[in-house]
């Protein structure tokens, strides 16, 4: 069992920054790649950024070149840059670990999420 905890969420007007970080505990051996993933109201979740072991990353297309993310592994941390932000960012934001073979996920692990707003 993975333990995953959102932090750093909240609101910020338009072209402000935030950093959202996500400590890990538990079982966390078998995890290989760390993503974070958003959700606004009426939408689906989507995918905004993964690390995998190793350090190759991926962004969804409407956060790339904003969002950075990065991990720490003798902290057990992945953490969440947003520079540039827009009101449509605005969503809740959900730290995930997983464990993939291939491009198949064999089973993921949430956190409960972590509100970040954008005014415009």
């Known amino acids: 069992q993975v333990r995953l905890v959102e932090s750093g969420g909240g609101l910020v007007q338009a072209g402000g920054s935030l950093r959202l970080s996500c400590a890990t505990s538990?079982?966390?051996?078998?995890?290989?790649?760390m993503g974070w993933y958003r959700q606004a109201p009426g939408k689906q979740r989507e995918l905004v950024a993964q690390?995998?072991?190793?350090?190759?990353?991926k962004y969804a297309d409407s956060v790339k070149g904003r969002f950075t993310i990065s991990g720490d592994n003798a902290k057990n941390t992945v953490s969440l840059q947003m520079i540039s932000l827009k009101p449509e960012d605005t969503a809740v934001y959900y730290c995930?670990?997983?464990?993939?073979?291939?491009?198949?996920?064999?089973?993921?692990?949430w956190g409960q999420g972590t509100q970040v707003t954008v005014s415009s």
């Open positions: 995930n670990a997983a464990r993939f073979s291939g491009n198949n996920i064999l089973y993921s692990y």
């Open positions: 538990g079982s966390t051996a078998s995890i290989n790649v």
């Open positions: 690390i995998r072991t190793g350090g190759s990353t």
